[in-house]
């Protein structure tokens, strides 16, 4: 295995040039993209522009036909660093993708048993320490159905949190909630970014991207067209296609 070597300069993810096709459509164009310890990085974009194809490759959920991605000094290569870097990867979909047949808890202790091989208690208590940080200490017996959205959210992100990721994906975690449990996810979302997480977020929470984002990127057609920082990019956008993008939907 390649020897972590990440340090204050270096990025802590580095996408060098990566394309990906899905049979004839070409979803990634040459994309490169560099985001350091620490910082939060919001890409917006209109449906299909590549997002979650992006996203999914700096986990290799999804294997890119060309281009290099590092992850902590590792380069996403043999099955032995993808795995490494899967476990130092969280990841929250707008889906939630909680086990429904599994409690709260056991939703949380899971992967810390089997993969980071810690004991069950070990895991349950810091699943209890994840769920008071999430704000629902008293859901750990429950099932997910029996959970709002907002709820379930939190949960999956306890879930991410609890194998101690060094970085956090998270693609269009708020999409698929009601209105008013929108802010209580963007909250846990926002302390964790005020803690130091390093996080990648597809997202058109506008309100988050100003609040919380070091850097906005706006992806349209497999590319990314523009990358500021939120002040910059949302009072001074300098591409059309990203002027246009904004008007329909700030
Ligand atoms: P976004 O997240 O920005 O909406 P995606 O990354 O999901 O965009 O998709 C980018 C393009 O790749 C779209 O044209 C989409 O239809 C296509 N695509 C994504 N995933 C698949 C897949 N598993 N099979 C075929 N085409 C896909
Ligand atoms: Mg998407």
Redesign the pocket.
């Given at each position: 295995m390649n020897k972590k070597h990440t340090s204050a300069e270096q990025p802590i993810i580095k996408i060098e040039n990566v394309q990906k096709h899905?049979?004839r459509?070409q979803?990634l164009r040459g994309v490169s993209l560099e985001v350091k310890k620490g910082e939060v990085v919001v890409i917006i974009?209109p449906?299909?522009?590549?997002?979650?194809?992006?996203l999914r490759c700096i986990n290799r959920l999804e294997e890119y036909d060309s281009g290099k991605i590092t992850v902590d000094g590792i380069t996403l290569d043999t099955t032995e660093n993808i795995n490494h870097v899967r476990r130092e990867v969280g990841m929250v979909f707008q889906s939630f993708n909680l086990f429904s047949h599994l409690k709260v808890i056991d939703n949380i202790t899971l992967a810390q048993c089997q993969v980071r091989k810690r004991t069950k208690e070990e895991a349950a208590e810091n699943a209890a320490d994840l769920l008071k940080k999430v704000g629902i200490p008293d859901k750990a017996h429950a099932f997910p159905l029996q959970l709002s959205g907002g709820q379930q959210q939190r949960v999956a992100i306890a879930r991410a949190l609890a194998m101690n990721p060094q970085i956090m994906l998270f693609d269009e975690p708020t999409s698929a909630l009601d209105p008013e449990m929108i802010k209580e996810v963007l909250d846990v979302m926002t302390t964790l970014a005020k803690e130091g997480m390093t996080m990648v977020v597809?997202s058109h929470e506008m309100g988050f991207a100003r609040a919380a984002a070091d850097r906005v990127i706006f992806?349209d057609e497999g590319l990314i067209v523009e990358s500021a920082p939120p002040n910059e990019f949302f009072t001074n956008p300098k591409h059309e296609r990203t002027k246009l993008f904004l008007s329909k939907i700030l």
């Open positions: 899905f049979g459509v979803a974009g449906s299909g522009s590549g997002k979650s194809t992006l597809v992806m």
